[in-house]
């Protein structure tokens, strides 16, 4: 054994220690790769462990595949990392063969900017949209085909963060009403300030399934950094970043 191969088995071995620590922070197809990545991985350096002993030329070889597929799966995943531009295809079947709108459930993490910048999408396909935010003003003139619900405490012309059902059913009449409906969730912080996250959670799985049985689609609206790491993992799985 020489410094060198030390050093290069100790790298790995942190580099190894460091996925296995942080694997339940990641989601989607970053956990995917991440778990090839610590199963190639752990047998290079159990590997490297055995040549450092016996200078094996065929455990070299091996170890030196596992370490490249390491390479190759590392450089795949860094494409899932970068953001690709936000956009809104037309879903051309729905889930009764007809042609729809914009169908799912969708998450916009940060600023509310990005949100105009969707609506101005969505008015390509005509959809309606029903708001639920803190911020009634900030959609005022974005066009007739939007309805804004403000979600207060302070005024009977509201509804309470506290009532999940009835955004719930405003919702759902909604999207019954207007075909191909975009119901947009900007308040999620603030329902959490009355809420247990367990019962937001579940208002809105609950909601985004009713939904696309209506061939309609529900948008969240996300700040990151306001949430815990472990809750937004939770919405990920129900709702697709755009």
């Avoid at 159990?46 to 200078?55: D, Q």
């Avoid at 795949?76 to 042609?99: D, F, I, R, T, Y």
């Avoid at 003139?141 to 405490?153: A, C, K, M």
Wanted: positive net charge; proline residues 3%; hydrophobic residues 50%.
């Amino acid at each position: 054994m020489n410094i060198s191969e030390a050093i290069v088995f100790l790298g790995l071995l942190y580099f190894l220690v460091s996925l296995l620590v942080r694997i339940r922070k990641f989601s989607g197809s970053i956990k995917r790769f991440a778990l090839i990545i610590i199963v190639l991985l752990g047998i290079d350096v159990f590997l490297k462990g055995v040549e450092m002993l016996y200078n094996h030329s065929l455990v070299s070889i091996v170890s030196s595949l596992a370490l490249f597929g390491v390479f190759v799966i590392l450089s795949l995943g860094l494409k899932h990392l970068e953001a690709p531009p936000m956009k809104v295809q037309q879903v051309k079947v729905s889930m009764n063969g007809e042609n729809s709108g914009f169908v799912g459930a969708y998450i916009i993490p940060g600023s509310r900017s990005r949100i105009v910048d969707l609506i101005n999408m969505i008015k390509e396909l005509n959809a309606p949209v029903l708001v639920f935010t803190r911020y009634p003003s900030f959609y005022r003139n974005l066009g007739e085909n939007i309805r804004v619900v403000w979600i207060t405490q302070a005024s009977e012309d509201g509804i309470p963060p506290t009532k999940l059902h009835v955004i719930q059913d405003y919702a759902i009449r909604f999207a019954r009403e207007n075909k191909n409906a975009v119901i947009i969730i900007d308040c999620l912080e603030y329902l959490l300030l009355y809420n247990e996250f367990s019962s937001v959670f579940k208002f809105l799985a609950n909601l985004k399934d009713h939904l696309v049985m209506m061939n309609s689609a529900l948008i969240l609206a996300v700040d990151q950094k306001a949430l815990e790491t472990k809750y937004y993992n939770m919405l990920l799985n129900e709702f697709e970043p755009l």
